[in-house]
């Protein structure tokens, strides 16, 4: 499943870029995350909070970075996996920052392989539940940023 | 009584909402299953860890892999599939483990504490990629992924072409679907020391009995089967399904039942539809008639082989389609592919040949310049021609078939040219389809009647009632043979351990084989009724016949209840059976196929918005050949149902997999027809010969249906869709690229 989306944040884009890594701060943003720790400077493992329908899923996984290209561009795998819902995901991303005017451009492409119950809700309710979260995080990174 | 229009036994359960499904079963102490599945599409070193799992309060048993013996593989033709995986899992969805708990919290609490290792492999999902070199494999048999190559020779195929003025090739694609009945797949087991009782929605129970003696290593005699009425079938529950894994689960339970129901998730992981791709090269001379036909077959048959070695070779007969061509040669591939097991499909691969061999059909005839109506009334086989497998046909309608689902659409003649459509962009079509179907060559039924003291009748049958009336089909030929009222017919059935043997309830064979075993049964007891009453009537048994209930001579009669009373029995049973044995050579397909023919059309008009892309079937008309006809309504809603049935994967249904994964196991993503999908004018048609000889109807009006409407869409606006179902962004698409050349 592809899932991709973009949205602009009125800030210089190495501010963008600083707050991104500055991980107790960004988890404050992405909805959902209960816990994140950096294991070490390219592996992240943490603890997401998702509600898809009726289902409550509870993921533990780990965020491996691949790629950084500061300010521009950062590239990586993320795996987890639901034990209440029977469900896992194994995904890669990619994700940039564009300068543009008035701001910065941050747009992100998914490749997520979702296993299990949550996957059963089929592709239009995951991109729904994607879409939303998206919003979500951008709103609280622009209250941030802004 | 045979032709009467008499309703359901069950009627009125059905519309008060008493039938005894399965769903329904309480047995005392019983338990509540679960099944942990696979999420890996293919991986090997399994370990499962089932400690935490069994501390849950309430939980009495799990089942997995170390439980089972060696014979825990079973499969109709090839055992390659375990009961639960073991060691290593094929698709997503695979049973891995199975609890037996006090509730249904209980299991499922545990099903999330089953720790499950194992290591990925990779997996294929196409069936043609999957016979690629260097593909991921499944089973070591079968290294290259075919696990069954059917074959048909007939004629010389290079001599043939040369002779054809045109030879078309084309590639017709069908995707995996659902059966999707309404009820899906329970079953609770029970054992009492090495006897196994099991109770089960199931199209074929001593196919059941059979595969489990094989697995317990016990007799036939120590498995009983009982089926209650089915809500549907469609071919999904015609084989063995989940019973290996019930009866296993309960075999560790000391003796208490445990009963699994299936979700709707686990339905669409349990058995579907084999997705298809199918190449015709047909040979055509310029007078309109054909030199050879080349089928070439895959059928992607899932991570086991189930039933498909069976339908490989049913599919195989079934894609040359009811026209005369002197050279005729298939292949048809079963394929392994690590997507779930596929299984019969009302019109069972009939559905996705006719969709190939009707749609080819239109391509010729336009391309020649030829009326495709005309075109297929001028090849269509008629009685006393052979077939490739060198048989002779007998009783065959084809024409008429054709003939009446064409009269149906009220114009007065199929070659009247069609307004085409009211409307800004609206445009209307016109298209047919014609389907021939075999059987089951090889199957048997029996039956057996009590009659008793008071006059009343049971019929013991192993028939399944599933929705389709098979059981008030069985009652009204009952009555008419033996001369009894309906009202004294009770029909006890289906249950190993008292009804006789039936091969299955599938294939449209019902009616035709079990209605004979029936009829067999009636004779005798009527030459049993006759020498007990011809002292009696002071009349020679030649002299007698029966007539309601009673035993007639010229001038008097008496009951049947009272024959038995006046030669002191209580009771007299009798039985009797019909079999058929044919088959074809599995080098050359040369022999006989079939006892009979099944033998259906359709056609459709329907309505294109060439700016949306969005079909409307305005009209539908649909004929079957029946033979004769034991219940004209029943027999009208069974081809209605086939057509509205068919709708669902002319139009809509589609399993989508991502890596493996269904993404759409549900009845909101996979949409299936519903009463606002009906054709505004739907027609069907039962056509009788004058043989009389009965003949089924579960699924003659069915294949058509996609080709007629992918036809009259053609008809309407000059696009061609090949790969199913048709949806209004495909046609949209064609319609853009048209409009661009």
Same mark, same amino acid.
């Given at each position: 499943?592809?899932?991709?989306?973009?949205?602009?944040?009125?800030?210089?884009?190495?501010?963008?870029?600083?707050?991104?890594?500055?991980?107790?701060?960004?988890?404050?943003?992405?909805?959902?995350?209960?816990?994140?720790?950096?294991?070490?400077?390219?592996?992240?493992?943490?603890?997401?909070?998702?509600?898809? @329908?009726?289902?409550?899923?509870?993921? %533990? &996984? #780990?965020?491996?970075?691949? $790629? *950084? +290209? !500061?300010?521009? =561009?950062?590239?990586?795998?993320?795996?987890?996996?639901?034990?209440?819902?029977?469900?896992?995901?194994?995904?890669?991303?990619? @994700?940039?920052?564009?300068?543009?005017? %008035? &701001? #910065?451009?941050?747009?992100? $492409? *998914? +490749? !997520?392989?979702? =296993?299990?119950?949550?996957?059963?809700?089929?592709?239009?309710?995951?991109?729904?539940?994607?879409?939303?979260?998206?919003?979500?995080?951008?709103?609280?990174?622009?209250?941030?940023?802004? | 009584?045979?032709?009467?229009?008499?309703?359901?036994?069950?009627?009125?359960?059905?519309?008060?909402?008493?039938?005894?499904?399965?769903?329904?079963?309480?047995?005392?102490?019983?338990?509540?299953?679960?099944?942990?599945?696979?999420?890996?599409?293919?991986?090997?070193?399994?370990?499962?860890?089932?400690?935490?799992?069994?501390?849950?309060?309430?939980?009495?048993?799990?089942?997995?892999?170390?439980?089972?013996?060696?014979?825990?593989?079973?499969?109709?033709?090839?055992?390659?599939?375990?009961?639960?995986?073991?060691?290593?899992?094929?698709?997503?969805?695979?049973?891995?483990?199975?609890?037996?708990?006090?509730?249904?919290?209980?299991?499922?609490?545990?099903?999330?504490?089953?720790?499950?290792?194992?290591?990925?492999?990779?997996?294929?999902?196409?069936?043609?990629?999957?016979?690629?070199?260097?593909?991921?494999?499944?089973?070591?048999?079968?290294?290259?992924?075919?696990?069954?190559?059917?074959?048909?020779?007939?004629?010389?195929?290079?001599?043939?072409?040369?002779?054809?003025?045109?030879?078309?090739?084309?590639?017709?694609?069908?995707?995996?679907?659902?059966?999707?009945?309404?009820?899906?797949?329970?079953?609770?087991?029970?054992?009492?020391?090495?006897?196994?009782?099991?109770?089960?929605?199931?199209?074929?129970?001593?196919?059941?009995?059979?595969?489990?003696?094989?697995?317990?290593?016990?007799?036939?005699?120590?498995?009983?089967?009982?089926?209650?009425?089915?809500?549907?079938?469609?071919?999904?529950?015609?084989?063995?399904?989940?019973?290996?894994?019930?009866?296993?689960?309960?075999?560790?339970?000391?003796?208490?039942?445990?009963?699994?129901?299936?979700?709707?998730?686990?339905?669409?992981?349990?058995?579907?539809?084999?997705?298809?791709?199918?190449?015709?090269?047909?040979?055509?001379?310029?007078?309109?008639?054909?030199?050879?036909?080349?089928?070439?077959?895959?059928?992607?048959?899932?991570?086991?082989?189930?039933?498909?070695?069976?339908?490989?070779?049913?599919?195989?007969?079934?894609?040359?389609?009811?026209?005369?061509?002197?050279?005729?040669?298939?292949?048809?591939?079963?394929?392994?592919?690590?997507?779930?097991?596929?299984?019969?499909?009302?019109?069972?691969?009939?559905?996705?040949?006719?969709?190939?061999?009707?749609?080819?059909?239109?391509?010729?005839?336009?391309?020649?310049?030829?009326?495709?109506?005309?075109?297929?009334?001028?090849?269509?086989?008629?009685?006393?021609?052979?077939?490739?497998?060198?048989?002779?046909?007998?009783?065959?309608?084809?024409?008429?078939?054709?003939?009446?689902?064409?009269?149906?659409?009220?114009?007065?003649?199929?070659?009247?040219?069609?307004?085409?459509?009211?409307?800004?962009?609206?445009?209307?079509?016109?298209?047919?389809?014609?389907?021939?179907?075999?059987?089951?060559?090889?199957?048997?039924?029996?039956?057996?009647?009590?009659?008793?003291?008071?006059?009343?009748?049971?019929?013991?049958?192993?028939?399944?009632?599933?929705?389709?009336?098979?059981?008030?089909?069985?009652?009204?030929?009952?009555?008419?043979?033996?001369?009894?009222?309906?009202?004294?017919?009770?029909?006890?059935?289906?249950?190993?351990?008292?009804?006789?043997?039936?091969?299955?309830?599938?294939?449209?064979?019902?009616?035709?084989?079990?209605?004979?075993?029936?009829?067999?049964?009636?004779?005798?007891?009527?030459?049993?009724?006759?020498?007990?009453?011809?002292?009696?009537?002071?009349?020679?048994?030649?002299?007698?016949?029966?007539?309601?209930?009673?035993?007639?001579?010229?001038?008097?009669?008496?009951?049947?209840?009272?024959?038995?009373?006046?030669?002191?029995?209580?009771?007299?049973?009798?039985?009797?059976?019909?079999?058929?044995?044919?088959?074809?050579?599995?080098?050359?397909?040369?022999?006989?196929?079939?006892?009979?023919?099944?033998?259906?059309?359709?056609?459709?008009?329907?309505?294109?918005?060439?700016?949306?892309?969005?079909?409307?079937?305005?009209?539908?008309?649909?004929?079957?050949?029946?033979?004769?006809?034991?219940?004209?309504?029943?027999?009208?809603?069974?081809?209605?149902?086939?057509?509205?049935?068919?709708?669902?994967?002319?139009?809509?249904?589609?399993?989508?997999?991502?890596?493996?994964?269904?993404?759409?196991?549900?009845?909101?993503?996979?949409?299936?027809?519903?009463?606002?999908?009906?054709?505004?004018?739907?027609?069907?048609?039962?056509?009788?010969?004058?043989?009389?000889?009965?003949?089924?109807?579960?699924?003659?009006?069915?294949?058509?249906?996609?080709?007629?409407?992918?036809?009259?869409?053609?008809?309407?606006?000059?696009?061609?869709?090949?790969?199913?179902?048709?949806?209004?962004?495909?046609?949209?698409?064609?319609?853009?690229?048209?409009?661009?050349?």
């Amino acid at each position: 499943m592809q899932i991709k989306d973009s949205f602009v944040i009125k800030a210089p884009q190495d501010n963008v870029w600083d707050f991104l890594f500055d991980i107790p701060k960004l988890s404050q943003c992405v909805p959902g995350i209960e816990s994140v720790e950096a294991v070490d400077d390219k592996t992240y493992r943490g603890k997401l909070v998702l509600k898809v @329908g009726p289902i409550k899923s509870e993921f %533990g &996984g #780990t965020v491996t970075l691949i $790629e *950084v +290209e !500061a300010p521009n =561009r950062i590239a990586g795998t993320v795996e987890g996996d639901d034990k209440s819902s029977a469900s896992s995901v194994k995904a890669t991303f990619t @994700g940039t920052l564009t300068p543009v005017e %008035g &701001g #910065t451009e941050a747009a992100f $492409e *998914v +490749e !997520a392989n979702l =296993r299990g119950r949550l996957a059963q809700f089929g592709g239009p309710v995951i991109t729904a539940t994607a879409k939303k979260l998206t919003a979500e995080f951008a709103k609280n990174l622009r209250a941030q940023l802004e | 009584m045979i032709g009467e229009s008499v309703p359901m036994l069950d009627s009125v359960a059905r519309v008060m909402g008493t039938v005894d499904y399965m769903i329904n079963l309480r047995l005392p102490k019983m338990l509540f299953g679960k099944i942990v599945r696979s999420q890996a599409p293919h991986a090997k070193s399994l370990k499962v860890d089932v400690t935490n799992a069994m501390r849950i309060p309430g939980v009495v048993a799990i089942l997995t892999g170390e439980d089972l013996g060696a014979n825990a593989f079973y499969g109709v033709a090839i055992k390659d599939q375990g009961v639960v995986a073991v060691d290593r899992v094929r698709y997503v969805g695979e049973p891995i483990a199975a609890i037996a708990a006090e509730s249904l919290d209980a299991a499922e609490q545990a099903a999330v504490l089953i720790d499950i290792e194992y290591h990925e492999l990779p997996a294929v999902f196409d069936a043609q990629d999957a016979i690629q070199a260097g593909a991921p494999n499944l089973h070591e048999k079968f290294p290259n992924n075919i696990f069954k190559h059917a074959k048909l020779r007939h004629g010389d195929m290079d001599a043939a072409f040369a002779e054809a003025d045109e030879i078309f090739e084309d590639t017709f694609t069908s995707p995996v679907a659902q059966q999707a009945s309404l009820e899906p797949h329970v079953s609770a087991a029970q054992w009492d020391g090495e006897h196994l009782t099991i109770w089960t929605a199931s199209q074929a129970p001593f196919m059941v009995r059979k595969s489990l003696s094989e697995i317990f290593g016990i007799a036939p005699e120590a498995v009983r089967v009982i089926v209650p009425s089915l809500g549907g079938g469609y071919g999904g529950k015609g084989h063995i399904r989940i019973e290996p894994l019930v009866a296993a689960m309960a075999r560790k339970t000391n003796g208490r039942p445990v009963k699994f129901v299936l979700s709707r998730a686990e339905e669409f992981v349990t058995v579907t539809k084999h997705a298809a791709s199918i190449t015709l090269k047909t040979g055509v001379k310029r007078d309109g008639t054909f030199t050879a036909r080349q089928a070439t077959l895959y059928w992607n048959g899932g991570a086991y082989a189930d039933a498909s070695p069976m339908l490989v070779p049913a599919g195989m007969v079934r894609a040359v389609g009811p026209y005369r061509i002197p050279a005729v040669h298939v292949d048809s591939y079963g394929v392994y592919t690590n997507l779930p097991p596929a299984g019969a499909y009302r019109g069972a691969m009939s559905s996705q040949t006719t969709w190939a061999y009707e749609s080819q059909m239109d391509i010729i005839a336009r391309k020649m310049g030829w009326d495709p109506f005309e075109f297929r009334m001028k090849n269509l086989f008629v009685s006393g021609e052979h077939f490739a497998t060198g048989e002779e046909l007998h009783d065959v309608h084809f024409v008429e078939c054709l003939e009446v689902s064409a009269k149906g659409l009220g114009v007065p003649s199929p070659l009247t040219p069609l307004p085409k459509g009211e409307g800004q962009g609206m445009r209307v079509g016109r298209g047919y389809g014609v389907m021939m179907k075999s059987t089951v060559a090889t199957s048997k039924s029996q039956a057996r009647l009590k009659l008793k003291d008071d006059g009343t009748v049971t019929l013991y049958t192993s028939t399944v009632e599933m929705g389709q009336g098979g059981h008030t089909t069985m009652a009204q030929i009952t009555a008419e043979t033996l001369g009894v009222p309906l009202r004294a017919i009770k029909i006890i059935g289906p249950d190993t351990a008292i009804t006789p043997f039936d091969s299955t309830t599938s294939a449209s064979r019902s009616t035709s084989m079990m209605g004979n075993a029936v009829i067999a049964a009636c004779g005798t007891m009527k030459k049993k009724l006759f020498e007990l009453g011809s002292p009696l009537l002071e009349t020679p048994v030649d002299g007698l016949r029966t007539e309601n209930g009673f035993v007639v001579a010229d001038e008097i009669s008496i009951s049947f209840g009272d024959i038995l009373k006046r030669n002191d029995l209580n009771t007299v049973e009798e039985s009797g059976e019909y079999s058929t044995s044919f088959g074809i050579d599995p080098e050359t397909g040369q022999g006989v196929a079939t006892p009979h023919w099944h033998q259906g059309a359709g056609a459709a008009e329907v309505e294109v918005d060439t700016e949306t892309g969005r079909i409307t079937i305005l009209k539908y008309s649909a004929a079957a050949f029946a033979g004769r006809v034991v219940n004209p309504r029943m027999a009208q809603l069974q081809n209605d149902g086939n057509v509205i049935f068919g709708l669902g994967p002319t139009l809509m249904e589609e399993i989508v997999y991502d890596g493996g994964q269904p993404i759409n196991p549900n009845l909101a993503d996979y949409s299936i027809p519903s009463i606002r999908d009906i054709p505004a004018e739907l027609i069907s048609i039962c056509i009788e010969s004058g043989e009389g000889e009965m003949h089924g109807i579960g699924e003659m009006t069915l294949p058509p249906v996609a080709p007629a409407i992918a036809n009259a869409i053609e008809d309407a606006v000059g696009v061609r869709i090949k790969d199913l179902p048709i949806t209004a962004e495909k046609i949209l698409r064609a319609l853009r690229e048209k409009s661009q050349r």
